[in-house]
């Protein structure tokens, strides 16, 4: 096969470009015929998205579909950001700052902080639309050194992947609204029912749990906006009250507004960040955009309106307070000020029972989506193969919901609830838990101006504002500082050392890092084996990543006997023949340049390839002489199994390959049986054929012979992608059994110009193989190219006949010392220059046999 473009770098600095027309330009085409295979194959199903990195630019749809539209997702995010906070943040902060300006104005900063946070989300979220969050734009971000990026999302999610707070506070508010008492393992009790409770909805009904979180997120935003409406009824209709009259809108001339302000920024920097975190949860939806309906148009929209909302919610709820309460009594108050709002509005009696089940509803509203989210970014970190037992993790049976990644969220959730003791242990446990997000959200934040410097033409439906990525790169940069710096008393919230929970918070992440450099590197080199992803297919659909070990060298020949295909000949087939060994003919060797893979130079992996836009197939190619032998005269030394590649006589029906009709009932049924002879197989899939010929009327030079370049039709990973995107419904019997992609490539006419030179597949390691996607609208492709060696062997047939079909393998699902594939090129055979153009047609076909 002949990539269509190929931007060659020789030895001076001049670059040349050869380019294909638009209709050639497509590696893996869309079959020019429908396809055709030796069994009933009307299948319309769905295909499977592939796991491989660059496959996250392409939307996936959940196992159980896309059950959130705009309201959905926007209750996801307003619930997951209002928490308990808001009743008591407030007044902690004016009681550090001093004055009700400062304090507004920090949460009018704390908005403009959050918006720079969620535009990066956005930015990656649009471009990277699937569920995941940080987990999928820190892989696909930082993909050297391979598998760090997972290793630390998965530690983080499966150590620090807890919800336990909030879940407390539900417990302690409901004690305090029914007047009994909150003794601790009362509490205890009731958190761990209600975590429970939300697993089993989550778990067991999908919809159930969406209606639920859906209603409770309503609920609270009644509850906050009436709590902000109710500042002003008490100013307009209810000015004095049991304890007092209530300060009005005097609180905002200027004089009283700045009133007893600390200008100190040792002061308000921790206020500042008490605000930030208030915010946070802007990109809740990122981590279920699998389930969300047209996730990009959604998120660009529903952010935004949420922060929006969240933003004039905080700073009416701000003022009421003000309004209120005396300035006094909220610096006194500290942490109870939405006590002291309630009874000022409703009275001691009745505003005793309304603050404690207005608070237990908001943290009950918050549990359900902090589970309903994590439990996605759980199963996706079993789906990438780093948990045990992923195949149960990932999949949705028996409810068709994420019940492993729930279970994966509950476990960690229920032990920090029930395990630590109150006071200080419990507060450091839950410190520890945010630490570790900041060097995420700074990995994050740099690592998008790192993306559009490598990477500027992926899509970007949403680009962030540079200065405010900037900006919240500064803000992680501060917030992971902020813990060594000497509070004023010199204490924090624990009695120990302040900065305790940063120090262990960076030592898991140093801990991870050790894990993955024992596991991925030094073991592999200790033990001479690399660790590659394999996928697989699970019964409810779920396409999952399996984590392989494999060892470096390849066999140097075949353990068994390779197959004949001519033992047992079929009477009803077209005839077919070995070539025979001519004792008269002298080889033709040629030496010739081949383009083989030019890495990039800061180490980069290659940029995909996306249909469609020609100009994403530019690629460097580094150039080397060498001698390509000719095999005629040999031709039987040379098989499938032993070598990956194989000629075999043939003489076919069609001769000028014009007609499509003719192609698809004639000649696809010949390629069929050259397979089934070569190979044993049961079953043959023609899935593409690409003819390449040169039309009269193309008189320019660069278009007059296939583009020159070293590759491989199929990687490993995107060759079982073939069978479950052709064959869904077969593939996972199929893939149970040996699979092969096999090209059959035949001259229309004698070839003399640009013959086709094949490597031998154990002359070439896998490392020399570099991977290459090919992005499509709907799926993805991958082929490899390949890297330079000196023990590269090549051959090609000389004066290739059109009655001599010769079998390219792309893959072979067998790894037991057979050839597995093989790489192949044109090249230029200097003495022929003048010789009319190649014309050829090549059939692309999965093959599948038993053995």
């Known amino acids: 096969m002949d990539i269509p473009l190929v931007h060659i770098k020789g030895p001076s600095s001049q670059t040349s470009l050869q380019e294909y027309p638009p209709e050639m330009t497509d590696i893996e085409s869309e079959p020019l015929l429908p396809p055709r295979t030796t069994a009933d194959s009307n299948n319309t199903t769905p295909h499977h998205i592939s796991r491989r990195i660059e496959d996250d630019v392409i939307p996936e749809t959940a196992t159980f579909g896309r059950n959130l539209g705009w309201g959905g997702a926007y209750i996801l995010i307003i619930s997951r950001v209002i928490g308990s906070g808001i009743f008591a943040t407030p007044g902690s902060i004016t009681s550090s700052v001093g004055s009700i300006g400062i304090s507004l104005v920090l949460w009018v900063a704390g908005a403009i902080l959050a918006a720079c946070s969620l535009a990066i989300s956005l930015e990656y979220g649009c471009m990277l639309p699937r569920s995941g969050g940080d987990k999928v734009y820190l892989e696909f971000t930082y993909q050297h050194p391979q598998f760090l990026a997972s290793t630390l999302v998965a530690a983080q999610a499966v150590l620090l992947g807890f919800t336990a707070s909030n879940c407390i506070i539900f417990g302690r508010y409901v004690l305090f609204s029914l007047g009994a008492e909150a003794g601790e393992w009362t509490q205890k009790a009731l958190a761990v029912g209600l975590l429970t409770a939300i697993t089993i909805v989550h778990g067991i009904s999908l919809k159930t749990g969406i209606y639920i979180q859906n209603a409770l997120g309503w609920v609270k935003v009644f509850i906050i906006t009436c709590m902000a409406m109710a500042g002003l009824y008490v100013v307009l209709f209810q000015p004095q009250h049991a304890y007092g009259k209530a300060p009005g809108l005097k609180v905002f001339e200027w004089d009283e507004l700045w009133k007893d302000s600390v200008w100190s920024w040792g002061v308000i920097a921790p206020a500042l960040f008490k605000v930030f975190y208030a915010y946070a949860g802007l990109q809740n939806v990122n981590n279920v955009l699998n389930e969300v309906k047209h996730p990009v148009k959604t998120l660009k929209s529903v952010g935004p309106v949420a922060l929006i909302t969240v933003a004039i919610l905080y700073l009416l709820v701000n003022v009421a307070y003000f309004m209120v309460i005396p300035i006094e009594d909220i610096k006194a108050s500290r942490e ?463 004066e290739h006949s059109p009655e001599e079909a010769l079998l390219i393998k792309c893959f072979d699902s067998k790894t037991n010392g057979r050839a597995r594939r093989v790489p192949h090129s044109a090249f230029t055979d200097r003495e022929r220059e003048g010789e009319a153009a190649r014309e050829s047609i090549e059939v692309r076909a999965l093959v599948f046999s038993s053995n």
């Open 336 to 798: 109870l000020i939405a006590g002291l709002f309630f009874e000022r509005v409703f009275g001691p009696r009745f505003g005793r029972s309304v603050l404690p089940f207005a608070i237990a509803i908001s943290a009950a509203g918050n549990v359900m989506v902090v589970t309903f989210a994590l439990a996605r970014v759980n199963q996706e970190v079993a789906r990438q193969g780093f948990l045990p037992w992923a195949k149960f993790l990932s999949s949705s049976r028996p409810f068709n919901t994420p019940l492993g990644g729930l279970i994966v969220h509950y476990i960690p959730s229920l032990l920090v609830i029930t395990l630590p003791p109150p006071g200080d242990i419990y507060a450091f446990i839950l410190d520890v838990e945010g630490y570790p997000g900041q060097f995420s959200a700074l990995a994050i934040s740099a690592g998008l101006i790192l993306l559009r410097r490598r990477r500027p033409n992926l899509k970007r439906p949403f680009q962030a504002w540079l200065p405010a990525v900037w900006l919240r790169i500064l803000v992680s940069v501060a917030l992971i500082g902020a813990p060594f710096v000497r509070p004023r008393d010199g204490k924090g919230d624990v009695s120990f050392f302040y900065a305790t929970y940063a120090i262990v918070g960076v030592g898991l992440i140093i801990s991870a890092m050790l894990y993955w450099y024992v596991w991925f590197v030094a073991l592999p080199r200790w033990y001479d084996y690399r660790i590659e992803e394999e996928e697989a297919v699970l019964e409810d659909g779920t396409t999952i990543t399996m984590l392989v070990r494999i060892h470096q060298k390849m066999a140097a020949t075949a353990t068994q006997k390779p197959f004949d295909p001519f033992a047992a000949p079929n009477e009803e087939a077209i005839p077919i023949s070995p070539v025979r060994q001519t004792s008269t003919y002298t080889p033709r060797d040629i030496t010739s340049t081949l383009n083989y893979f030019l890495p990039n130079a800061d180490g980069s992996p290659p940029k995909p390839s996306y249909v469609g836009r020609p100009d994403s197939y530019v690629r460097p190619a580094d150039p080397h002489v060498t001698t390509i032998h000719d095999i005629r005269g040999s031709e039987e030394k040379y098989s499938l199994d032993t070598t990956g590649f194989q000629v075999v006589k043939h003489t076919s029906q069609e001769k000028d390959f014009v007609d499509d009709a003719k192609i698809k009932d004639v000649y696809y049924k010949e390629v069929e049986d050259i397979l089934k002879k070569a190979t044993g197989a049961h079953k043959v899939f023609i899935f593409d054929h690409t003819i390449r010929r040169v039309s009269p009327a193309q008189d320019t030079p660069s278009l007059r012979g296939p583009v020159q370049r070293v590759h491989i039709d199929q990687s490993y990973r995107a060759s079982p992608n073939r069978v479950k995107h052709h064959l869904p419904e077969e593939a996972e019997k199929l893939l149970q059994g040996r699979y092969q992609i096999i090209n059959v490539w035949r001259p229309i006419k004698t070839i003399l110009k640009d013959p086709l030179g094949i490597a031998e597949a154990n002359s070439v390691s896998d490392n020399e193989l570099v991977p290459i996607g090919l992005i499509y609208p709907d799926r993805e492709g991958e082929t490899y190219g390949v890297k330079y060696a000196p023990q590269h062997k090549w051959y090609y047939l000389n």
